[in-house]
């Protein structure tokens, strides 16, 4: 029995990573206050790896301000969309193979 | 990875997915104590009428009641509001400190902000309809702007506050059409729906 392990997408292989992705796939934007907030996480922990999803072009990154105050708002590429998708397809597929 | 594992990681991408789109605090306890608020004021609106003999069985839109009728009418309908909406609020924080979640968040910032639009609209439409003697549109305007309201909500919270808006909105319309029941029904309408939905979100989601 051939377990397709290659299909998993290497960029979600971080939990935080495909936690991440999963907010911004159900929501058009978040932000990153309600994003560390949300996954209850350190600052420099999901920086890290937001950081390697932009890198990966999962998300896109918009900064602004808020009065004096920077927000930084992230949102889910297409590419990233599909890659989160094959992702769970993948997850699925080894359900079923390790069930069979 | 075992099966397990990957059991879990999907059970958390969906758990995250939903918390993260959705006020999930949200207590049905509160809209039961909201309904029955609602009941008791309609009964003190109730005997207010009653006492000063008006009949607003009949049909007439405008009812000649003394001005301090109408400050006291008033005065329950806001008793009641802020009754309920400081319940929503107290009973709301309570669970989602239980569920280790914050109440003034993302979600609930929208939820607020898509339920306060149709709201404001229908209360400041209400307001200039009263002052301008249209009593009879009381009734029917605030069900059908509620019920607006808690449908434009309902996308950041549980889907039964949907099903709750649509019914609110129909309640109105058929009120609409028999004026001068309007008593009845905003009692059906904020009392006795309030407390079945409460109690379907108590036994679906509180406990």
Known sequence: MKIPFDKLDKAFENRLRLQIMSVLVANSRYDFNSLKELLGVTDGNLASHLKGLEKEEYILVNKSFLGRKPNTNYEATAKGKKAFADHLDALEQLIKSSKS | ?207
């Open chain 2, 1 to 207: 990875m075992k099966e397990t594992e990957i059991q879990d990681e999907l059970a958390s991408i969906r758990n995250l997915m939903e918390r993260s789109s959705k006020f999930i605090s949200l207590s049905g306890l509160s809209g039961i104590l909201a309904g029955v608020y609602a009941l008791i004021g309609a009964a003190i609106a109730f005997s207010l009428l009653n006492y000063n003999q008006v009949s607003f069985t009949q049909g007439d839109t405008h009812f000649v009641v003394s001005s301090s009728t109408v400050l006291s009418l008033i005065g329950t309908a806001m008793a009641v509001l802020i009754l309920s909406v400081l319940t929503g609020i107290i009973l709301s924080a309570r669970k989602a400190k239980r569920k280790g979640q914050s109440i003034w968040s993302k979600t609930s910032r929208e939820l607020l902000f898509y339920m306060a639009v149709p709201l404001i609209a229908g209360g400041l439409l209400v307001i200039i309809l009263v002052l301008r003697g249209y009593y009879g549109i009381v009734a029917p305007a605030t069900l059908i702007f509620y019920g607006l309201a808690l449908v434009s909500a309902s996308h950041f919270t549980f889907n039964g506050i949907k099903s709750l808006g649509l019914c609110e909105l129909i309640l109105g319309l058929i009120s609409a059409y028999l004026p001068g029941y309007g008593l009845y029904f905003w009692a059906i309408g904020f009392g006795i729906l309030h407390i079945i939905y409460g109690s379907v979100m108590y036994l679906k989601y509180d406990r």
